[in-house]
């Protein structure tokens, strides 16, 4: 039964205050909480160093670990205050706040009633309380000084520059704690900092999916060579909430690249590392991060336009991979994604399309070697095809903007489009992750006459059973 401290006998306030004064008793304790030892490390840093810096993949308990932080804080100091952030309003609400809520509801303290999905919390009255902002106004961050603050920065690479000066006025005065959390997707700014030039003013804590209790001491290569089938050895894992050897195993086979340099959201989603992109990567992984969290935010909608869609065609492994775009004002869109394994897809092709027809203006086929055939399928269906061969040369033209003196073929053409429409936010509704890999692992190189030429990820000398599923429709994506 919850009882307020008011309630309770001289002996279990005691009890209560030695347990408070340790989080991580507090989370055994309190929240009924079983933590692993890197969640351990992570309360014993917050309790400990003003600062601390935690890039960890994902599903290792880092926002539940968090929220068990926020509320320790709360219990701990009758004057502690938390403030939480995150790039935008949803993720507050919907990922750390999510866990609070869930953490107060088993709590065997009594905290002050809350609507669903706010994000506010009250422990002993006014001045005792957890916040969780956004960053679009860095004003929210300011009237804490002098106070006992913890300040959590989960997502912490998506948050904005002011946001940070926001904060580095808060710890000017007062007990004041900085956590910043997050997937190490971009190899710049402040989250990045942290573990490089400031480095010695951050606790700093790198979780590996590999350091979690269901892949601690296997190594990659003997991940790799377990038995894939369905309720085997990867299906086999003692904390089925943390990160899975199945899902670690999938993500292999569709993020890893032969090499770090060309694999960035395999490092930084399952290693837990931030990504060295190649200086010749076509994308920027920070480009397409921001895609998908704009996707998130603001799912796309079907407005009725007209639309085109991109056909990369498969045999048996190999996926073949349908887009659907609406060519919207300002950004085009991505509206669908079908993607399809078989000998022969062109029935799942054609009804995928087929709600469409009257609006497609436009079905271009990867018509390279079986799409040509596949193609004349949809053709026979009433589709509007275009082969694309993005295998020919650029079409030249008169002027000092010949596309043919710069691109050594049409592919080379189509993914210079896509780079440069993702690096300026033109592109709504991307937020598959197998593409965004994809893309992200994308090279190119100068060939001897100066044209960009395109080079798709090298899959390494040694060919593994993961590597089974190949490449999915990469120039679907492209067209």
Not at 11 to 23: C, E, F, M, T
Not at 139 to 155: C, M, P, S, T, W
Not at 329 to 338: A, E, M, S, W
Not at 455 to 465: P, S, V
Request: include cysteine.
């Amino acid at each position: 039964m919850k009882n307020n401290e008011n309630e309770l006998s001289p002996g279990k306030k005691a009890y209560l205050r030695n347990i408070v004064r340790d989080p991580v008793l507090f989370a055994g304790e309190i929240l009924g909480a079983n933590l692993w030892e890197r969640e351990v490390e992570i309360l014993r840093s917050i309790q400990t160093h003003r600062r601390t810096a935690i890039r960890a993949c994902h599903g290792v308990g880092k926002t539940f670990t968090l929220a068990v932080a926020v509320l320790w804080w709360l219990a701990r100091y009758e004057d502690g205050i938390v403030l939480t952030t995150a790039p935008t309003l949803r993720q507050v609400e919907t990922q750390l706040w999510l866990e609070i809520r869930r953490l107060v509801a088993r709590a065997r303290i009594r905290y002050a009633e809350q609507e669903p999905n706010t994000a506010k919390l009250k422990l002993r009255g006014d001045d005792n309380f957890a916040l969780g902002l956004s960053t679009d106004q860095a004003e929210n961050f300011q009237g804490y000084h002098g106070k006992r603050v913890l300040i959590i920065a989960d997502e912490a690479p998506g948050i904005e520059p002011a946001i940070w000066d926001a904060i580095a006025g808060i710890m000017a005065g007062g007990k004041v704690h900085l956590v910043m959390a997050g997937n190490p997707t971009q190899p710049s700014g402040p989250f990045f900092d942290a573990f490089h030039r400031g480095r010695g003013r951050w606790n700093c804590i790198n979780i590996d999916a590999f350091d979690s209790p269901n892949l601690r001491g296997l190594t990659l290569e003997e991940l790799l060579q377990l038995d894939a089938a369905e309720g085997g050895p990867l299906d086999d894992n003692p904390v089925p909430y943390l990160v899975t050897k199945r899902w670690v195993y999938d993500q292999y086979s569709e993020w890893w690249h032969g090499d770090e340099s060309s694999s960035p959201v395999w490092m930084s989603r399952v290693r837990g590392q931030f990504p060295d992109q190649a200086e010749d990567a076509l994308i920027k992984l920070r480009w397409l991060e921001r895609a998908k969290r704009r996707a998130e935010e603001a799912p796309v909608r079907d407005t009725g336009g007209r639309l085109i869609a991109g056909v990369d065609v498969g045999v048996g492994e190999a996926e073949t991979v349908v887009y659907l775009c609406e060519l919207s004002k300002p950004n085009p869109k991505v509206l669908r994604l079908g993607a399809w394994r078989g000998q022969d897809t062109r029935g799942q092709v054609v009804a995928f399309l087929k709600p469409y027809c009257d609006r497609l203006t436009q079905v271009r086929v990867d018509a390279d070697g079986v799409g040509h055939n596949f193609g004349l399928h949809l053709r026979d269906q009433k589709f509007r095809v275009e082969f694309v061969h993005v295998g020919l040369p650029v079409e030249s033209r008169p002027g000092s903007n010949d596309p043919s003196l710069r691109f050594f073929n049409q592919k080379a053409q189509f993914y210079q489009h896509i780079a440069d429409l993702l690096e300026r936010d033109a592109i709504d509704g991307l937020r598959d992750n197998t593409s965004i890999g994809q893309l992200a692992g994308i090279r190119c190189e100068l060939d001897p006459r100066g044209r960009i030429k395109i080079e798709f990820q090298r899959k390494g000398a040694a060919t593994r059973r993961a590597l089974a599923r190949p490449r999915r429709g990469a120039d679907a994506r492209a067209g």
